[in-house]
């Protein structure tokens, strides 16, 4: 009776074949494991890097920091939109409702004068009844936290 060898299992055909091949096997997996940890562990260290590097938003104590936060504020704010990010305290601890007023529609920012953590800024805004076209309104900015925030009408 002839055993036909290329039907037995690879173990008892070479077992020096079967060794190598069972190495090399286990060599693979570790290393595609490893690759993937260590790509895991640097997607996660750039995370954290890129986490504790995001600068936060700080404005300057000047005039041109003033007019940025005003254009930005009047772009902003648009009919039943929740400004209240951009308010300053005494305006949000307010019940009146005046008091979170501000001039309608986009402004045309002028003059503005600081005096230490407060800033009033002329704005010239459009109106809608009466027989002047625009009007000029001075509102107030307070420096808290950082940002020039909104504090209302003068």
């Not at 750039?46 to 009047?74: I, K, Y």
């Not at 001039?103 to 230490?116: C, D, F, H, S």
Request: charged residues 20%.
């Amino acid at each position: 009776m002839v055993v036909n060898t290329y039907q037995a299992p690879l173990r008892q055909r070479n077992p020096a074949a079967f060794v190598a091949v069972a190495a090399t096997s286990a060599i693979a997996f570790v290393l595609v494991v490893a690759v993937a940890a260590l790509a895991a562990a640097f997607g996660m260290l750039l995370l954290l890097a890129h986490a504790l590097s995001d600068p936060l938003v700080h404005d300057r104590h000047d005039e041109g920091s003033v007019r940025f936060r005003a254009s930005l504020f009047s772009r902003d704010s648009a009919p039943g939109k929740d400004m209240s990010d951009s308010m300053c305290r005494r305006i949000l601890g307010s019940f009146d409702a005046r008091d979170r007023w501000y001039p309608p529609g986009r402004w045309l920012v002028g003059a503005v004068t600081i005096a230490g953590d407060d800033a009033t800024v002329a704005v010239t805004h459009p109106v809608t009844a009466g027989a002047d076209r625009e009007t000029t309104t001075t509102v107030r900015f307070r420096y808290e936290g950082g940002l020039w925030q909104y504090c209302g009408v003068s």
